[in-house]
């Protein structure tokens, strides 16, 4: 005999938030043939490229794989698309497939490595007979159009979790999404402010062979730096903040604060940013951040100098460089630091409370009570 398990929530809170938030993301299912798809796109009623989607990098192989599945009759993977008010298509998943196919109507795209119609590479689409195009033309995408809710954090789950598949996106990739739907005055300006090359000095990038540094800015990571910084200053000040298990939820929760700030305080934090790393990349240049002379790869810890030396940064020409430096090795070296960054916390508890200590280090040691 089974033994159903014990139930020990209430199921019709659950039934009840299930509907909840099914209703938040109305999608419609379709097919249509590509040359309209096409058409659309040259109408310019479908957005290829929003800043959050990622550049296209698929090879001329895959590319040519793509339209020889298409010929064979190989079903595809669905393009989800948000409708925007306008009636704009938004392409959320499906970048790759869009671009080869208009790669292909275009002619740019001379097929190779094809497995089972090995005698059409070498071919582009202009160059084929025309009842073999006709087959591309006339063959239908599956379209999962998805209408565009005001719950922007509904549509950055659904965003998360199409592009969980495949290439996975990096956290902050897939944060990007948020941030340029909330702000995009925002989105715009950390990248700007990511590609620094002051920012990037102080992070000990610029030393490190050009692959790896443009590959973790391929990652983004040098934007999660950057939004750790707003955060950090944000968090800081308060004596607790809620619990949160892990880093990424901690940053995607708390962003939603600064996305909602004014311009004007905005522009506040980006001036105060500029003269941080400024300071840093003048003063000390790429040995801000190292410990014992030496760079290490995860820099987080080391990174909450940035936060304590923000709110002291306009005060900061009323001491000596000889001061500033002594107290940041105190910092790094005192008992307080070196417990917080030993094992026994959570992520996200180390981080807040190491920021939380360097703003009131800062403050104090540097303050301009003390100039």
Not at 263 to 282: A, G, W
Request: charged share 35%; glycine share 4%.
């Amino acid at each position: 005999m089974l033994w159903k398990k014990e139930v020990k929530f209430d199921k019709e809170k659950i039934l009840k938030e299930i509907a909840e938030n099914r209703n938040k993301f109305r999608v419609d299912h379709f097919d249509i043939i590509i040359s309209e798809y096409i058409r659309k796109n040259k109408e310019e009623e479908i957005k290829l490229d929003p800043p959050y989607q990622r550049t296209f990098r698929w090879t001329k192989k895959d590319q040519s794989l793509l339209i020889e599945s298409i010929l064979l009759g190989i079903p595809l993977p669905p393009i989800y698309v948000f409708q925007r008010e306008d009636g704009v298509w938004e392409v959320v998943d499906g970048l790759q497939r869009t671009m080869t196919i208009i790669s292909f109507f275009k002619g740019d795209l001379k097929l190779e490595g094809l497995k089972v119609l090995k005698e059409l590479n070498g071919y582009n689409k202009n160059e084929l007979p025309k009842e073999i195009a006709l087959k591309v033309e006339v063959a239908r995408l599956r379209i999962e159009l998805i209408e565009e809710t005001k719950d922007i954090f509904s549509q950055y789950i659904l965003f998360d979790r199409l592009n969980s598949n495949g290439e996975k996106l990096s956290e902050q990739e897939k944060r990007n999404f948020l941030i340029y739907k909330q702000n995009k005055k925002f989105y715009d300006k950390i990248q700007e402010l990511g590609k620094k090359e002051y920012f990037l000095n102080v992070l000990g990038w610029n030393n490190k062979g050009n692959e790896e540094k443009d590959s973790r800015i391929k990652r983004q990571e040098n934007i999660e730096y950057v939004l750790k910084f707003f955060l950090a200053r944000n968090t800081s000040i308060k004596e607790e903040i809620k619990k949160y298990e892990t880093i990424e939820e901690f940053i995607n929760i708390e962003i939603l604060e600064i996305l909602k700030q004014s311009d004007e305080k905005l522009e506040i934090e980006y001036d105060v940013f500029e003269k941080t790393f400024k300071f840093l990349n003048e003063k000390l240049s790429n040995n801000s951040l190292k410990k014992n002379g030496k760079s290490a790869n995860n820099i987080s810890n080391r990174f909450t100098l940035t936060t304590g030396l923000s709110f002291v940064i306009n005060d900061v020409d009323k001491f000596s460089l000889e001061c500033i430096i002594k107290k940041i090795h105190n910092f790094f070296n005192s008992d307080e630091y070196m417990k917080l960054t030993k094992s026994g916390y959570s992520p996200t508890k180390r981080i807040y409370e190491l920021n939380r200590y360097s703003y009131l280090f800062f403050t104090k040691e540097l303050g301009e009570k003390n100039a």
